[in-house]
């Protein structure tokens, strides 16, 4: 790869802990990220298990019909990173699983992590700040600084999520907007060829307006 469109008729390898993406297929918008949950193969469109902030948070093993996928991406993983992921991951769904029937205590949009507190005992995090962390605590830093996001304002956020302005504030999006929102695209498209080698030396992505989208063939 490492970012690449699923081919209709072949199956493609998909690697653990790759980054899967669903794509809108009229607007070629990138509206949900997540980790393969372990070497598998699929074509365009076919289900295949996600470790993915849904939400609830799922971790695979309890998804028996997998995620429609379209897009993946992945570095080459060392064994010691899929193992601190594995633990990562491991801990997280320990953490939740109290809190599995409310989202609002896993979910979070603006911003995309947020540390426990008092009235909320678990982190939270996007689906994007799920898999951002997961790359994070293995040593791959995937983004900049995430004040510096591109803005995005209430109706592009209605539109491409299909969802009403009165849950804003529960997922963190106070005020009038625009918010710097770290999108799945921005996640995916951090692992564009010449980002990966920037990755490597300790350089991030830091993403425009069109990486929101599936801006490749």
């Known amino acids: 790869m490492p970012t690449e469109?699923?081919?209709?008729?072949?199956?493609?390898?998909i690697p653990r802990y790759s980054v899967c993406a669903i794509e809108d297929e009229k607007t070629r918008?990138?509206?949900?990220?997540?980790?393969?949950?372990?070497?598998?193969?699929a074509k365009r469109g076919d289900c295949i298990?996600?470790?993915?902030?849904?939400?609830?948070?799922?971790?695979?093993?309890?998804?028996?019909?997998g995620v429609p996928t379209h897009l993946v991406a992945y570095f080459s993983l060392t064994q010691d990173q899929i193992s601190i992921i594995d633990q990562f991951i491991e801990i997280y769904d320990e953490e939740v699983k109290p809190y599995y029937c409310?989202?609002?205590k896993q979910y979070v949009i603006h911003p995309?992590?947020?540390?426990?507190?008092?009235?909320?005992?678990?982190?939270?995090?996007?689906?994007?700040?799920?898999?951002?962390?997961?790359?994070?605590?293995?040593?791959?830093?995937?983004?900049?600084?995430?004040?510096?996001?591109?803005?995005v304002n209430d109706e592009f956020i209605m539109f491409h999520y299909e969802t009403g302005r009165?849950?804003?504030?529960?997922?963190?999006?106070e005020g009038d907007g625009p918010w710097p929102v770290?999108?799945?695209?921005?996640?995916?498209?951090a692992f564009s060829d010449a980002i990966v080698v920037a990755g490597?030396?300790?350089t991030s992505f830091q993403p425009e307006e069109e990486h929101a989208f599936a801006t490749f063939p």
């Open 102 to 104: 409310d989202i609002s």
């Open 112 to 151: 995309a992590k947020k540390e426990p507190t008092k009235d909320n005992p678990c982190r939270r995090f996007s689906c994007a700040g799920f898999v951002l962390e997961a790359y994070l605590i293995a040593g791959i830093i995937l983004l900049g600084n995430p004040d510096s996001l591109p803005k």
């Open 49 to 65: 298990l996600w470790t993915h902030m849904q939400p609830p948070f799922r971790s695979g093993k309890k998804d028996r019909h």
């Open 182 to 189: 770290l999108l799945p695209g921005y996640v995916f498209h």
């Open 200 to 202: 490597r030396n300790g």
């Open 29 to 41: 918008f990138l509206k949900h990220v997540g980790l393969s949950s372990g070497d598998q193969y």
């Open 5 to 13: 469109r699923l081919d209709n008729a072949a199956h493609t390898e």
């Open 166 to 173: 009165d849950r804003f504030s529960e997922f963190g999006l």
